[in-house]
């Protein structure tokens, strides 16, 4: 089994930063892409960066040098710094992890999503 738990949601003025995490934990797995998407109300979920288990990053538009993601392969953690936030940055953003958990004789390919953290940027 894995979990995923997010933190770093917040209450922000525009112009501000933040800083998610998202700590993956079980046993017996192995993480490939992580990523970060978001949705905000009446819209539908979109990404807003993926980074390999080789930290190549992909980043939407919208939010190419403003955010950056990054991981700690060792805590088996991706973050998300946002600098530079807009309102329209508010939305739920949500973690996701990708990888293959593993016993003997067997294998499985998981596609993981966390709860989800609340960011909401003021004007």
């Known amino acids: 089994q894995v979990q995923l738990v997010e933190s770093g949601g917040g209450l922000v003025q525009a112009g501000g930063s933040l800083r998610l995490s998202c700590a993956v934990s079980g046993s017996s797995f192995r993480l490939n892409a992580m990523g970060w998407y978001r949705q905000a109300p009446g819209k539908e979920r979109e990404l807003v960066a993926t980074i390999t288990s080789g930290s190549n990053s992909n980043y939407a538009d919208s939010v190419k040098g403003r955010f950056t993601i990054s991981r700690e392969n060792a805590k088996n953690t991706v973050y998300l710094q946002m600098d530079s936030l807009k309102p329209e940055d508010t939305a739920v953003y949500y973690c996701?992890?990708?990888?293959?958990?593993?016993?003997?004789?067997?294998?499985?390919?998981?596609?993981?999503w966390g709860q989800g953290t609340q960011v909401t940027v003021s004007s």
């Open positions: 996701n992890a990708r990888g293959v958990w593993s016993a003997p004789g067997t294998f499985r390919n998981f596609d993981y």
